[in-house]
Structures are given as C-alpha cells and as structure tokens.
C-alpha cells in the first residue's frame, strides 16, 4: 500500500522557521522524484520545491526561493522541507507528492500538513 504521511506543519510567528518531513512507503521511492505542493484558502494549488530522484535537480517556486530548501534521504524514504523567514502568505496546506520516471503528472500525494503563519 502506498504511503505519503506528511508531518511538522504547525503555527509560527513571521520570520520563523519550520521544517517539514515527508515519508514514503509502498513504492521504490529512489525511482521517483518528489515535490512539495501548497494550498492556501482559495487559491489553486501550486507547486512550492522539486527534487529530482538523488538530488541533483532542485527547482523552487519564485515566491520562495532562497527562503526554503528541499532535500531527500533515499535510504530514509523521505524528503523535507526547511522553510526559513516564513511570512503570512506561506500560510497554506503543504503536500509531498511522487512522480514516477515516465510519468506526465504526479502519481502519488500525501494527506497534507497546515502552516500557519501569524502573530
């Protein structure tokens, strides 16, 4: 059975920090790689880090680069999300979601974990 059981979301002041984990089961997870997407209260999802299968590749969106970082532990099944300076608009539900090798759309997603950022 396929598992994405995302963790660490929570509430943090501006200008804080979290890190988020995400934990994979039931796929050869060295063969995917894996992102990290956010929702926030009616807005359409959009797509936050990428990183490719054994970290090569790192891509983010503009609104946070240079404040967050993606990384993944293959032997561990997991990937993280260091989020540094967060801000009020970082508010949102985050998602780790799988893409296989020859896979045009993502393949798996996980539960989702709330960031709330907010005085």
């Known amino acids: 059975q396929v598992q994405l059981v995302e963790s660490g979301g929570g509430l943090v002041q501006p200008g804080g920090s979290l890190r988020l984990s995400c934990g994979a089961s039931?796929?050869?997870?060295?063969?995917?790689?894996m992102s990290w997407y956010r929702q926030a209260p009616g807005k359409e999802r959009e797509l936050v880090a990428f990183?490719?299968?054994?970290?090569?590749?790192?891509r983010y969106a503009d609104s946070v680069q240079g404040r967050f970082a993606i990384s993944r532990d293959n032997a561990q099944k997991a990937i993280y999300l260091q989020m540094n300076s967060l801000k009020p608009e970082d508010t949102a539900v985050y998602y780790c979601a799988a893409r296989g090798p020859n896979s045009p759309k993502y393949d798996y997603w996980g539960q989702g974990t709330q960031v709330t950022v907010s005085s």
């Open positions: 990183i490719s299968r054994y970290g090569g590749t790192r």
């Open positions: 039931g796929f050869t997870f060295s063969a995917y790689a």
